[in-house]
Every structure is written in C-alpha cells, then in structure tokens.
C-alpha cells in the first residue's frame, strides 16, 4: 500500500475541492465533507460516499436538517493506487463523482463522464 499521512490525504481532498468551478461551489448547499481512513465493513473498496438529499431532491420541506454528508476513504485509495499521481487523480475524481451526488447526478451518468 502506498504511504500517506492522513494530513497529506486531506491536502489533496482540500485541492480537489479548490478546483471545482466557483459557480458550481456556489450552488452547493448544506454539505460537509470529511476524511475517513476506512469505509464501512460491508464495502472495503468504496473511496467515497455521499449520504443527504440531493439538491433535486429537495423540496419546501427541506429545513432544519443535518448537512449532506460526503466521505472521502483513504486506505482504499491508498491500496489501488501505485504512485502520488495516481492519488492526486483518483482523489479528484471522487471528491467530484461524489459532489455531482449532491447535485442529482446518479452513478450511470458519472460513469458515462468518466467519472465512474
């Protein structure tokens, strides 16, 4: 498995933020992302999770309710990939696969993007 602290990790989770376009950042509302080293026992290979309402999804209903939630997972990025590069590109394609979670976007478009 390739080395990183957890503090590096969350560097390049925080750049991969950075680089998504002002005009979309704007339009995220009520999320919050973390870093976690492992996912859920039931998925060891999952890199990132959205859990909340997406932005669709939302309605006149939608008030007083906890943040979305966007986890990144470290160890599994880690195990699949074999240099920094490689951490620094998967990274970002999870922080945004799981973003355009928050915007609606389901996981047959994000594969048809590349961002599967």
């Given at each position: 498995?390739?080395?990183?602290?957890?503090?590096?990790?969350e560097e390049l989770v925080a750049e991969a933020l950075?680089?998504?376009?002002?005009?979309?950042?704007?339009?995220?509302?009520?999320?919050?992302?973390?870093?976690?080293?492992?996912?859920?026992?039931?998925d060891p290979e999952l890199l990132g999770l959205y859990?909340?309402?997406?932005?669709?999804?939302?309605?006149?209903?939608?008030?007083?309710v906890l943040p979305d939630r966007i986890t990144i997972?470290?160890?599994?990025?880690?195990?699949?990939?074999?240099?920094?590069?490689?951490?620094?590109?998967?990274?970002?394609?999870?922080?945004?696969?799981?973003?355009?979670?928050?915007?609606?976007?389901?996981?047959?478009?994000?594969?048809?993007?590349?961002?599967?």
């Amino acid at each position: 498995m390739l080395e990183m602290t957890r503090e590096e990790f969350e560097e390049l989770v925080a750049e991969a933020l950075d680089r998504i376009p002002p005009e979309l950042t704007r339009l995220m509302d009520n999320v919050a992302v973390f870093v976690e080293d492992e996912p859920p026992a039931d998925d060891p290979e999952l890199l990132g999770l959205y859990e909340g309402t997406p932005l669709t999804d939302r309605g006149e209903w939608y008030a007083g309710v906890l943040p979305d939630r966007i986890t990144i997972y470290r160890n599994p990025t880690l195990r699949m990939c074999e240099s920094r590069e490689d951490v620094v590109a998967e990274t970002e394609i999870t922080v945004v696969h799981e973003i355009a979670h928050h915007f609606g976007i389901d996981d047959a478009r994000l594969h048809a993007l590349g961002y599967g």
